[in-house]
């Protein structure tokens, strides 16, 4: 049976009975974006990396939706990079053809990504091993095309991959010779990166990125190997890099929404967090310092991301319906689909009065998570209560 596709809709001006088309009547909990938000943030790295000649290939994991890749790229479908198959397929559907798949490659997975090759889709993907060398070329072979893959490198011991001296590395790449893979390059994430705040060792992060990445491209290249994409990125790197010799592209994503996360990391302001989620007031505690509202951990994920940094935000950061921060205000705690808001721990901020059914808003820590919960983005503008545009979002692997 087919799977049917949500199709992205632009609301037209309200008339009598449409009052769902505004913030006040919106059933919660619901996930929003502020589109002015996303398409700076959008703009800001995209500019970043073409004034240093680099490609920038969106990572589309964090917002899974055709409606955000094509304000990412406005003219024509560009490169993006995917985390899933199902991702692969459902860009496929909407024209992108150039595509990269950063996940170890598994048997099905070497399948079912020649299967997109035969239909023309540029996807390359990724391994660290001569087993998935051999592996990928049997896929290769028995749809009749010629795949193409990245070794993956690991530039911090954050994930998989081989390090830029490891002896595997001439190995992997005669391997895929052997098996008739074309090699499209290395590919790296400092993944690490995530765990830092100083803006030091952020640029000290990119810098290692960008150097381990450029070291093993030159060890394939002496090796006798072309090796003609470098690939680096994460959004904290993207951000703070001062020197992109030797690299050739970069891949961030949750710098299209950003979150408390990147926040904590001194990636960017609250101003340029473009989810979060509605959620009504379904309670009060006054005696235990606690208001309730109807978004559990069904609605903003269980993803505690800030509790390691310096400042702990709990299950979320609360602000007004319009936006508006509440000082020291967060999600304290959260159940299947209660959150408990609270002042947070060693502050003298005073509870806010906030009545049954009062609307509220809810910035996310980590962007992909909190956006996964969802099926779609109701789309705003800063400053309007009036809801533009629903845009679904793919799910699945």
Not at 216 to 236: D, I, K, Q, Y
Not at 362 to 372: D, G, R, V
């Amino acid at each position: 049976m087919p799977r049917l596709e949500m199709q992205g809709t632009d609301i037209p001006d309200a008339g009598p009975g449409e009052a769902t088309k505004t913030l006040g009547a919106l059933a919660t909990p619901a996930l929003l974006l502020d589109r002015d938000r996303l398409d700076r943030n959008l703009t800001g790295l995209s500019s970043r990396m073409a004034a240093r000649g680099v490609v920038l290939r969106s990572h589309m994991k964090t917002a899974k939706s055709i409606d955000v890749a094509r304000r990412a790229y406005r003219s024509e479908p560009g490169p993006i990079t995917v985390s899933t198959l199902a991702e692969a397929e459902y860009f496929a559907r909407h024209g992108f053809r150039d595509m990269t798949y950063a996940v170890g490659l598994a048997p099905h997975t070497a399948e079912r990504a020649m299967r997109l090759r035969r239909a023309g889709i540029d996807l390359k993907v990724l391994l660290d091993s001569p087993e998935q060398a051999t592996m990928l070329g049997a896929a290769g072979r028995a749809t009749g095309v010629t795949p193409s893959a990245f070794i993956e490198i690991d530039c911090d011991g954050h994930r998989g991959g081989l390090t830029a001296e490891d002896s595997k590395l001439i190995v992997v790449a005669a391997a895929l010779v052997e098996a008739g893979v074309r090699l499209a390059g290395i590919l790296t994430h400092a993944g690490e990166s995530y765990s830092l705040c100083a803006p030091d060792a952020l640029v000290a992060a990119a810098e290692n990125e960008r150097a381990v990445a450029v070291a093993a491209a030159t060890r394939l290249r002496a090796a006798g190997h072309e090796c003609p994409v470098v690939s680096v990125g994460s959004t904290p790197t993207a951000h703070f890099t001062e020197d992109l010799t030797g690299v050739t592209e970069m891949r961030a994503g949750v710098y299209m929404f950003f979150d408390l996360v990147m926040l904590g990391v001194g990636v960017c302001t609250v101003n340029d967090i473009a989810i979060s989620v509605l959620a009504t007031v379904i309670g009060t505690k006054p005696e235990k310092g606690w208001i309730l509202v109807d978004a559990g951990w069904m609605a903003l994920s269980r993803d505690r991301g800030t509790a390691a940094q310096r400042v702990d935000q709990g299950y979320g950061l609360v602000c007004d319906v319009s936006g508006n921060v509440y000082s020291d205000l967060i999600v304290a705690q959260a159940s299947q689909e209660h959150g408990i808001l609270a002042i947070r721990s060693g502050s003298g901020e005073a509870l806010p009065d906030l009545p049954i059914g009062t609307k509220i808003r809810i910035l996310p820590n980590h962007a992909c998570a909190t956006a996964s919960q969802h099926e779609l983005y109701n789309v705003v503008s800063a400053g309007s209560d009036t809801i533009e545009a629903r845009w679904p979002r793919m799910r699945g692997w």
